[in-house]
T-cell receptor, first 117, second 113 residues
Framework: AAGVIQSPRHLIKEKRETATLKCYPI?????VYWYQQGPGQDPQFLIS???????DKGSIPDRFSAQQFSDYHSELNMSSLELGDSALYFC????????????????FGPGTRLTVL | GQQVMQIPQYQHVQEGEDFTTYCNSS?????IQWYKQRPGGHPVFLIQ?????EVKKQKRLTFQFGEAKKNSSLHITATQTTDVGTYFC?????????????FGKGTKLSVIP
């Protein structure tokens, strides 16, 4: 079965540079979520999109922005990178957000490992 | 903000022993999901619990959702080396921000052969 695709899988950047991470959800999934996971930490929710509109916002820094395109893929844009941005960035997708309490299982991609030097 | 507390942080067991991890929220959850993340891997969905007092089983894994929908547990019977990894619970709340998952800190399970 098709899974969530993320690219690139690894990315090395210098401080103050910019980075763009891409996420391709499972076919027919219309909702995308972005998470940041530091070493030994739990995934922290950043932002989500449903039908190309931002649906929820978590602990995403102002230096980051994201969008979902007409083909449902999503991009996370990160500017003025800092050492502390080094982490695994996961994208997850689901079919419909539904209402809280209803099933909308999130399937995670393999992640992009960002290293900021 | 809303938090999901998960204990223990680490658990070392002999192969064949049982293992349990617990999650607790101070406020009522809409539902709770469980994920397993192998070292170097990504969170893999295990199960979702929605109903108060719900119990679900997957082979040697038993998941429970408390009556008040504030706590949940995952129990593994007779652990195997393939069970190694970090188990996360992730809760969803009603109202604003209800689409995001709030993860617990995870329980890292080591199984000694």
């Amino acid at each position: 079965a098709a899974g969530v695709i993320q690219s690139p899988r690894h990315l090395i950047k210098e401080k103050r540079e910019t980075a763009t991470l891409k996420c391709y959800p499972i076919p027919r999934h219309d909702t995308v979520y972005w998470y940041q996971q530091g070493p030994g930490q739990d995934p922290q929710f950043l932002i989500s999109f449903y039908e190309k509109m931002q649906s929820d916002k978590g602990s995403i820094p102002d230096r980051f922005s994201a969008q979902q395109f007409s083909d449902y893929h999503s991009e996370l844009n990160m500017s003025s990178l800092e050492l502390g941005d080094s982490a695994l960035y996961f994208c997850a997708s689901s079919l419909g957000q539904g209402l809280a309490g209803l099933a909308d299982t999130q399937y995670f991609g393999p992640g992009t490992r960002l290293t900021v030097l | 903000g809303q938090q999901v507390m998960q204990i223990p942080q680490y658990q070392h067991v002999q192969e064949g022993e049982d293992f349990t991890t617990y999650c607790n929220s101070s406020t009522t959850l809409s539902n709770i999901q469980w994920y397993k993340q192998r070292p170097g891997g990504h969170p893999v969905f295990l199960i979702q619990l929605v109903k108060s007092g719900e119990v679900k089983k997957q082979k040697r894994l038993t998941f429970q959702f408390g009556e008040a929908k504030k706590n949940s547990s995952l129990h593994i019977t007779a652990t195997q080396t393939t069970d190694v990894g970090t188990y996360f619970c992730a809760g969803r709340y009603s109202g604003a921000g209800s689409y995001q998952l709030t993860f617990g800190k995870g329980t890292k399970l080591s199984v000694i052969p």
